[in-house]
């Protein structure tokens, strides 16, 4: 059949690329997410080939005596070339197995075995082969309908072709849009929705009246969600402080909204407006907007990070905009971030510029991940952030923000894309790590804004340039980071990137999409705490260490 047959060249095409996806990249992969990049990786390659064997047929092998090849050569090519492919696969793991130990050791994990990268090659296999015969099952239909149009209809082979693909196209694009990726949208919304009614064990209703969610809170504990439960109910209590601080403190404020705490977005801004006023939170020393990653997400550790270092003289506010868990909004909810971001951070400047200028908190911004991109959302350009807030720490930012590119793009000739400088940092930095952040010794002016960004984060690298264009952060020095064997090819780095994203969480603190204590080094750089030095500051790292996993769960 010739769905089944199998093509000399897109086979050579296909190993080629599936010998560049098993050389490494930001993460160290497992068989399973190699076995699914390496069979994505493959069937484009595939294609590749089979453009290329095309126009080889049609416009060059023609000219040449010896084409077509004689029988006895096609048999020996049918056999040989697939030996010759397969042998190259299986040489081909051994320096693979060894990349991944090398990514291993730099993010201080577990390295996979060569047994277990043979099952990567099989389900790669499987995979590219799946996709390849979709693609001819389509293309065969497409003939069938053209052939069909003319039979039938006495249109011409030219326009049937056309009118063939045409709907075959359109077909498709019903099937995968319309019924695939809406239909599934909803399956997961509905499916999300359920787990935003679940509580986390040892997630119980506050008794302070300073958190929403309280017997005293305008926002009734059962409308948080899960994530805003796991918020309300964690932080670090006076006494507690007390013992890690060293000085008096006091009783943190925690504002949330849910989803289900107001039926319309503009109710639910008017709810957290009004419960800062019930708390007192605009008689607190630091006010922090945190707009948060898809279910409403809000990193204990940077929650934790901010109280310690106010001695719980603070205020924190968020509120979630989706069901949907942080990656799924990063693919469907990314203008809904944003317009809630605005939302967020307008009305509680709003509010905050009622009170008087010399009793009002200092206003900052906290985003994380998707969050960074809410809270953009709030701002034009540099301009607006100095002149509604005091400060702003962005961790993480994906790629697609609109601020962070234009910053990225606009940077100071010579400096890095990994760790880039901007009007020589006088307003806005960069920095990969904590030694980043203290690096420069040049006047940087109030407010600050600083992002935070790991050289192997892929949330903060993907992007779908990455299929056809070498970034500038791939052609400069690797960093401590990254290793220095991650090439760039076509195609195939953005589809290792992809997959890298999957787990991007999954690695320790310091690298991927963990940014760990380093939260706590950006925000004293930010908000520079009267008085501050280096021993308060490991101080506060020490008591992050042993509060770990007390404040609800990692993302």
């Given at each position: 059949m010739r769905t089944l047959r199998i093509d000399a060249v897109s086979l050579v095409f296909a190993t080629v690329f599936y010998l560049w996806s098993l050389t490494p990249s930001l993460l160290p992969r497992d068989w399973l997410f190699q076995g699914l990049i390496g069979g994505i990786t493959a069937a484009t390659g595939y294609a590749v080939g089979s453009g290329v064997d095309a126009l080889l047929r049609r416009a060059v092998l023609p000219r040449f005596s010896w084409w077509p090849f004689a029988p006895?050569?096609?048999?020996v090519l049918r056999v040989c070339v697939p030996v010759v492919c397969v042998a190259a696969a299986?040489?081909?793991?051994?320096?693979?197995?060894?990349?991944?130990?090398?990514?291993?050791?730099?993010?201080?994990?577990?390295?996979?075995?060569?047994?277990?990268?043979?099952?990567?090659?099989?389900?790669?296999?499987?995979?590219?082969?799946?996709?390849?015969?979709?693609?001819?099952?389509?293309?065969?239909?497409?003939?069938?309908?053209?052939?069909?149009?003319?039979?039938?209809?006495?249109?011409?082979r030219r326009a049937a072709s056309v009118v063939s693909l045409v709907i075959v196209l359109f077909g498709t694009f019903v099937l995968v849009d319309g019924i695939a990726l809406r239909g599934g949208y909803a399956v997961l919304n509905s499916a999300f929705s359920v787990q935003n009614d679940a509580t986390r064990d040892g997630a119980d209703r506050p008794d302070l009246a300073e958190k929403s969610g309280s017997p005293e809170s305008?926002?009734?504990?059962?409308?948080?969600?899960?994530?805003?439960?796991?918020?309300?109910?964690?932080?670090?209590?006076?006494?507690?402080?007390?013992?890690?601080?060293?000085?008096?403190?006091?009783?943190?404020?925690?504002?949330y909204a849910g989803l289900e705490s107001a039926p319309t977005p503009e109710a639910r801004m008017a709810l957290v407006v009004d419960e800062l006023e019930r708390t007192g939170a605009f008689e607190r020393k630091t006010l922090v907007v945190i707009p948060t990653t898809g279910t409403g997400w809000v990193?204990?550790?940077?929650?934790?990070?901010?109280?310690?270092?106010?001695?719980?003289?603070?205020?924190?506010?968020?509120?979630?905009?989706?069901?949907?868990?942080?990656?799924?909004?990063?693919?469907?909810?990314?203008?809904?971030?944003?317009?809630?971001?605005?939302?967020?951070?307008?009305?509680?400047?709003?509010?905050?510029?009622?009170?008087?200028?010399?009793?009002?908190?200092?206003?900052?911004?906290?985003?994380?991940?998707?969050?960074?991109?809410?809270?953009?959302?709030?701002?034009?350009?540099?301009?607006?952030?100095?002149s509604t807030v005091d400060g702003v720490l962005w961790v993480g930012p994906p790629a697609a923000n609109r601020l962070w590119g234009s910053l990225v793009e606009r940077r100071d000739p010579g400096?890095?894309?990994?760790?880039?400088?901007?009007?020589?940092?006088?307003?806005?930095?960069?920095?990969?790590?904590?030694?980043?952040?203290?690096?420069?010794?040049?006047?940087?002016?109030?407010?600050?804004?600083?992002?935070?960004?790991?050289?192997?984060?892929?949330?903060?690298?993907?992007?779908?340039?990455?299929?056809?264009?070498?970034?500038?952060?791939?052609?400069?020095?690797?960093?401590?980071?990254?290793?220095?064997?991650?090439?760039?090819?076509?195609?195939?780095?953005?589809?290792?990137?992809?997959?890298?994203?999957?787990?991007?969480?999954?690695?320790?603190?310091?690298?991927?999409?963990?940014?760990?204590?380093?939260?706590?080094?950006?925000?004293?750089a930010v908000t520079e705490p009267d008085g501050w030095t280096d021993v308060d500051t490991e101080r506060i790292r020490a008591a992050l260490e042993d509060l770990r996993g007390h404040d609800g769960p990692e993302k």
């Open positions: 006895q050569v096609r048999r299986l040489v081909m793991l051994v320096p693979a197995v060894r990349w991944q130990g090398e990514l291993a050791r730099v993010m201080e994990t577990t390295a996979p075995g060569y047994l277990g990268y043979l099952r990567a090659l099989v389900l790669s296999g499987l995979i590219a082969i799946a996709i390849v015969g979709v693609y001819r099952t389509l293309r065969d239909l497409t003939g069938w309908i053209a052939r069909s149009l003319n039979r039938l209809l006495r249109i011409p305008l926002a009734a504990w059962d409308t948080l969600g899960f994530e805003g439960r796991n918020f309300v109910s964690g932080g670090i209590r006076a006494a507690d402080l007390q013992r890690y601080t060293r000085r008096p403190a006091k009783e943190p404020i925690r504002v990193n204990p550790t940077a929650a934790q990070t901010m109280e310690l270092v106010e001695n719980g003289d603070s205020a924190l506010v968020a509120a979630q905009y989706s069901y949907l868990p942080s990656w799924l909004s990063f693919v469907a909810d990314r203008e809904k971030a944003a317009e809630a971001g605005r939302a967020l951070i307008e009305a509680v400047h709003a509010r905050w510029l009622t009170k008087p200028p010399d009793r009002r908190p200092r206003l900052f911004v906290y985003g994380e991940s998707l969050g960074t991109q809410a809270g953009e959302g709030a701002f034009d350009d540099l301009d607006a952030i100095r400096t890095p894309e990994a760790e880039p400088t901007y009007a020589d940092g006088l307003v806005v930095r960069f920095a990969n790590d904590a030694g980043g952040i203290r690096r420069s010794d040049k006047p940087w002016l109030s407010p600050r804004v600083l992002y935070i960004q790991h050289r192997s984060d892929p949330v903060v690298w993907w992007s779908p340039d990455l299929l056809y264009s070498k970034p500038d952060w791939l052609r400069e020095p690797a960093g401590a980071d990254r290793v220095g064997a991650m090439s760039w090819f076509p195609l195939v780095t953005f589809w290792q990137v992809s997959a890298d994203l999957g787990n991007a969480a999954g690695v320790p603190d310091g690298h991927g999409h963990n940014y760990g204590t380093v939260i706590l080094d950006g925000y004293v």
